[in-house]
């Protein structure tokens, strides 16, 4: 089973910017990132393929926020540029063993980071 820890989360003024990291201990295949708020449901942010040759972002994040990931470090990253109070959620990592290419769906990844707060100040 592969192991993620995500990174780099904290509290940044609105229009800031934050980069997330991920360090998964193995391989993978896609890796996304998921965001939830309070009292909301987790929702998708972006995927990466295992090339990393194609992305994919959420219509709220599009323009915005930038993934990519290393695969000679087992890393994978979400740049996060112009936030919004809006974007204040924890941030998770997921990691499919399953898929080359990305998906949307929560259902389709196998392995979690733990998460990392990100806050962002009006």
């Known amino acids: 089973q592969v192991q993620l820890v995500e990174s780099g989360g904290g509290l940044v003024q609105a229009g800031g910017s934050l980069r997330l990291s991920c360090a998964a201990s193995?391989?993978?295949?896609?890796m996304g990132w998921f965001c939830q708020a309070p009292g909301k449901e987790r929702e998708f942010v972006a995927w990466?393929?295992?090339?990393?040759?194609?992305?994919f972002y959420s219509d709220s994040v599009k323009g915005r926020f930038t993934i990519s990931r290393d695969n000679a470090k087992n890393q994978e990253y979400l740049q996060m540029n112009s936030l919004k109070p809006e974007d204040t959620a924890v941030y998770y990592c997921?990691?499919?063993?399953?898929?080359?290419?990305?998906?949307?769906?929560?259902?389709?990844?196998?392995?979690w980071g733990q998460g990392t707060q990100v806050t962002v100040s009006s």
């Open positions: 997921a990691a499919s063993s399953k898929y080359y290419s990305g998906s949307s769906d929560s259902a389709d990844y196998d392995d």
């Open positions: 193995a391989g993978y295949y896609a």
């Open positions: 990466i393929n295992w090339t990393g040759e194609k992305t």
